[in-house]
């Protein structure tokens, strides 16, 4: 498992990270709690030191899971998880409802306050190592922002100071009032959005790259049958992306790649995770079973040539283009 340090914080994480939305149950179809504390030993198990968690995945069940499944082992762990998506209070903006509950944008300094304490009592925790703002606040000035995590970082309470869902634009803001040592955006062969601009600004300032749905929700893990059927609140079952169309593209996209996946004997998930890994420091992948995670942590010793990658590359351009 190759990885990297985080920013400027010296701390060491894994190339390969745990996902844990999914195991939150919500927009996922339901969840296995047995299966998710298994999956995230299993990844421990592989080399995965990195888990990633929100407040907002299952209305804070996922950051229970976690705190249950790395008791005994919270030394092995870098643990992120995040704050700004809130149903605490009615400040900041609506987003959307969660099993019930209205969501809010939200990152003024008295609720990162009150979230952070929430989220060490569900993790079992007395600190957490990178600590992101979830969604960005337009009601709130990013210096008082700022200012929480920092003052939450003097506490000993969080190591790391990290954003998401954020453009350069925000970044370059953040950073104007102290180090910000990560940010995670969605990335995959799908979505190269931040290559352009993002990228650059967070090499030219230490800043680690995190990029989020490594395999597009599961559409780049591999071949999907085409009878499959994706119920209950599955986020992918009202998705365009996995419509039979697209599922035939994802067939020749597959072929094409074939003798690289050979080549290197790994499965079509991990070379699409070390694909991604070319761009970013660490590769967010979900897994709801023991065999997913082990599977994602292969991928972190993959190296891939400067050919293949390009290569990969143009097979999505072929045969992937259509797919937004």
Same mark, same amino acid.
């Given at each position: ?58 209305l804070g069940h996922a950051e229970a899971l976690v705190g249950t499944a790395i008791q005994g082992r919270r030394d092995q762990v870098v643990l992120a998880t995040k704050c700004g998506l809130v149903w605490h209070t009615q400040r900041g903006t ?62 000993g309470k969080i190591r790391a100071i990290g954003i998401s869902n954020a453009d350069e634009a925000i970044l370059a803001e953040y950073l104007r009032y102290g180090p910000v040592d990560a940010i995670q955006e969605r990335y995959s062969l799908l ?91 660490? =590769?967010?992948?979900? +897994?709801? %079973? /023991? !065999?997913?995670? &082990?599977?994602? #942590?292969? =991928?972190?010793?993959? +190296?891939? %040539? /400067? !050919?293949?990658? &390009?290569?990969? #590359?143009? =097979? ?9």
């Amino acid at each position: 498992m190759k990885s990297n340090v985080l920013g400027s914080s010296g701390i060491l994480c894994s190339s390969v990270g745990l996902g844990t939305w999914a195991m939150g149950g919500w927009m996922w179809g339901g969840n296995d709690d047995g299966a998710a504390i298994r999956s995230i030993h299993a990844a421990l198990d592989a080399g995965v030191n990195f888990i990633d968690t929100a407040p907002a995945y299952g209305l804070g069940h996922a950051e229970a899971l976690v705190g249950t499944a790395i008791q005994g082992r919270r030394d092995q762990v870098v643990l992120a998880t995040k704050c700004g998506l809130v149903w605490h209070t009615q400040r900041g903006t609506l987003f959307f409802n969660e099993e019930g509950k209205d969501v809010y944008r939200y990152l003024g300094k008295e609720s990162i306050a009150h979230e952070v304490e929430q989220s060490l009592a569900r993790l079992k925790t007395d600190y957490i190592d990178l600590y992101f703002t979830h969604w960005q606040d337009a009601t709130t000035p990013i210096a008082e922002t700022m200012e929480a995590l920092l003052s939450l970082k003097k506490q000993g309470k969080i190591r790391a100071i990290g954003i998401s869902n954020a453009d350069e634009a925000i970044l370059a803001e953040y950073l104007r009032y102290g180090p910000v040592d990560a940010i995670q955006e969605r990335y995959s062969l799908l979505d190269r959005g931040i290559e352009k601009d993002l990228i650059p600004l967070c090499r030219a300032n230490q800043v680690s790259v995190h990029g989020y749905s490594s395999l597009a929700l599961g559409l780049l893990a591999g071949p999907i049958d085409p009878a499959r059927v994706f119920g209950g609140d599955d986020q992918r079952k009202d998705n365009p992306r996995f419509s039979a169309e697209n599922r035939a593209h994802l067939v020749n996209f597959f072929a094409a790649v074939e003798p690289i996946r050979a080549y290197h004997g790994c499965s079509y998930g991990q070379l699409m995770i070390a694909w991604s890994l070319s761009n970013v420091d660490v =590769a967010l992948c979900g +897994a709801r %079973t /023991p !065999a997913q995670a &082990q599977d994602n #942590a292969g =991928a972190g010793a993959i +190296a891939l %040539t /400067p !050919a293949e990658l &390009q290569a990969i #590359a143009a =097979a999505a351009q072929t045969h992937l283009h259509t797919i937004v």
